[in-house]
């Protein structure tokens, strides 16, 4: 059993940077890959990117690559998302997740456990 706490999230203006950060419970957690969601009302949940169990490889949507960034700290349990240069329309609830299969991250039913979410909101 894995519990995922997000944090981090806020009101930030257009061209600004917020890092939301992940943090995990348990003594596996080093076997999970993770992955970073992203939701609107009325939408399905968004792959925002992912990031291996090692933290050697990670992955990312279009529409946010070059600006996020994925880290994960597995002695203290954590996933941190960076984001950078943001838009109006990163604005979502954010979800961190985790999956013990590694293929393929980019699909939300592969992930085992979730967070509750935290609020992004970008200003224009």
């Known amino acids: 059993q894995v519990q995922l706490v997000e944090s981090g999230g806020g009101l930030v203006e257009t061209g600004g940077s917020l890092r939301l950060s992940c943090a995990a419970s348990?003594?596996?957690?080093?076997?999970?890959?993770m992955g970073w969601f992203r939701q609107t009302p009325g939408k399905e949940r968004e792959f925002v990117g992912s990031?291996?169990?090692?933290?050697?490889?990670?992955d990312y949507a279009d529409s946010v690559k070059g600006r996020f960034t994925i880290s994960r700290d597995n002695a203290k349990n954590t996933v941190s998302l960076q984001m950078n240069a943001l838009k109006p329309e990163d604005t979502a609830v954010y979800y961190c997740?985790?999956?013990?299969?590694?293929?393929?991250?980019?699909?939300?039913?592969?992930?085992?456990?979730w967070g509750q979410g935290t609020q992004v909101t970008v200003s224009s």
């Open positions: 997740a985790a999956a013990l299969s590694s293929y393929p991250l980019r699909v939300s039913r592969v992930y085992d456990y």
């Open positions: 990031i291996i169990n090692s933290g050697a490889r990670t």
């Open positions: 348990g003594r596996t957690f080093s076997r999970y890959a």
